[in-house]
Nanobody
Framework: QVQLVESGGGLVQAGGSLRLSCAAS????????MGWFRQAPGKEREFVVAISSSGGRTYYADSVKGRFTISRDNAKNTVYLQMNSLKPEDTAVYYC???????????????WGSGTQVTVSS
């Protein structure tokens, strides 16, 4: 059974930065491509960014390119999301998930965790 726990969210002003963490269980973490998704109030969950199992390749949604950076530490079973130049439209609950390496933006685990709230004030 895979357990994913997000943390690091909070309240920041527009233009500020925040770093999210996703701690994963399982000894095969280093074989999983991982991704971040987000869901804003009243909107559908959307893909944000993904990273290959080795960390060698990354895939970003156009809306966050140049502002967000995904990384991972396989020794710690953790994936990170560094968010810079935050905008009010980045306000959402952020979730992590295993992603299909063939499509990158498709979550592999049907059940989502609690996520972590990111609120950007204007």
């Amino acid at each position: 059974q895979v357990q994913l726990v997000e943390s690091g969210g909070g309240l920041v002003q527009a233009g500020g930065s925040l770093r999210l963490s996703c701690a994963a269980s399982g000894r095969t973490f280093n074989s999983w491509a991982m991704g971040w998704f987000r869901q804003a109030p009243g909107k559908e969950r959307e893909f944000v960014v993904a990273i290959s199992s080795s960390g060698g390749r990354t895939y970003y949604a156009d809306s966050v390119k140049g502002r967000f950076t995904i990384s991972r530490d396989n020794a710690k079973n953790t994936v990170y999301l560094q968010m810079n130049s935050l905008k009010p439209e980045d306000t959402a609950v952020y979730y992590c998930n295993i992603v299909n390496p063939l499509t990158w933006s498709t979550p592999a685990i049907a059940s989502w965790g609690s996520g972590t709230q990111v609120t950007v004030s204007s």
